[in-house]
């Protein structure tokens, strides 16, 4: 049973950073991708980074390049989400993710496994 378990939300102003962690458990992550997607209120759950576990290759949203950064320990079976130059619109439900490798990672049907989401809320 994977289990993927979010941490590290929280209240920021804008201009303030915050590192998301995700501990995931139960499976096997060598020939899976890993990824961070968000859902802020009335709105899609959209991608935001997505991590290659075996490789580190990565991808990003336009709204996510230059400001977040996706990262994972393999040791420790964390991925991360570190990100800087918040903005009130990154306000949002912050959810990890385990994907299949291939595909369309920016969709959420490539993902087989949710957390349960970790609160971002930037003020302005």
């Known amino acids: 049973q994977v289990q993927l378990v979010e941490s590290g939300g929280g209240l920021v102003q804008a201009g303030g950073s915050l590192r998301l962690s995700c501990a995931a458990s139960?499976?096997?992550?060598?020939?899976?991708?890993m990824g961070w997607f968000r859902q802020a209120p009335g709105e899609e759950r959209e991608f935001v980074a997505s991590?290659?576990?075996?490789?580190?290759?990565?991808y990003y949203a336009d709204s996510a390049k230059g400001r977040f950064t996706i990262s994972r320990d393999h040791a420790k079976n964390t991925l991360y989400l570190q990100m800087n130059s918040l903005r009130p619109e990154d306000t949002a439900v912050y959810y990890c993710?385990?994907?299949?490798?291939?595909?369309?990672?920016?969709?959420?049907?490539?993902?087989?496994?949710w957390g349960q989401g970790t609160q971002v809320t930037v003020s302005s």
């Open positions: 993710a385990k994907q299949r490798s291939y595909g369309n990672r920016r969709s959420g049907n490539s993902v087989d496994y």
């Open positions: 139960g499976g096997t992550f060598g020939a899976y991708a």
């Open positions: 991590i290659t576990w075996s490789t580190g290759s990565t």
